[in-house]
C-alpha cells in the first residue's frame, strides 16, 4: 500500500504544480475538508477554484521527510513542502508541513482530509 500511496503522492503533485484540473477532482473526495496554514477550512471546490482561476499558481514544490502510515482502507501521509508560486499575483514561497489522510472511496484511493501549517 505505501507504493501506492506514495505513487498517488507524486500524481498529486504533479497535479497542483500543472493546475490539471480532471486530475485533482480525481484525486480529491468530494467531501474533502482541507484546514489551511492560514487556518481557513476548504473543500473541494474551493481548491479546485483556486487554481482554476490562477488565484493559486505553483511553480516549484519539493517534498521531504515524506511518512506514510497505512491504517486498513486508509493512509495518513505527512511531509514537509518548500512550495514557490503566487497567491492572487503575489509571490507565495512557503515552507509547510502537512498531514494528508488518503482513503478507500469505491476502488480508488482519495485525499478526504488535509492539514498545512507554515514551518517557522
Given at each position: 500500500m505505501e507504493d501506492n500511496i506514495a505513487a498517488l503522492e507524486a500524481r498529486l503533485r504533479n497535479a497542483m504544480l500543472n493546475a490539471d484540473i480532471s486530475e485533482l477532482d480525481t484525486l480529491l473526495a468530494d467531501d474533502l475538508l482541507f484546514t489551511n496554514h492560514l487556518g481557513q477550512l476548504q473543500s473541494k471546490q474551493d481548491d479546485i477554484q483556486a487554481h482554476r482561476c490562477g488565484l493559486l499558481t505553483i511553480s516549484a514544490l519539493?517534498?521531504?521527510?515524506?511518512?506514510?502510515?497505512?491504517?486498513?482502507?486508509m493512509a495518513i501521509v505527512t511531509a514537509q513542502a518548500d512550495i514557490?508560486?503566487?497567491?492572487a499575483g503575489q509571490p507565495a514561497n512557503i515552507v509547510l508541513?502537512?498531514?494528508?489522510v488518503w482513503a478507500k472511496q469505491g476502488d480508488a484511493f482519495q485525499v478526504i482530509a488535509a492539514h498545512a501549517s507554515a514551518v517557522a
Open positions: 519539493e517534498l521531504a521527510d515524506l511518512k506514510i502510515k497505512p491504517l486498513g482502507d514557490q508560486g503566487t497567491y508541513r502537512f498531514t494528508r
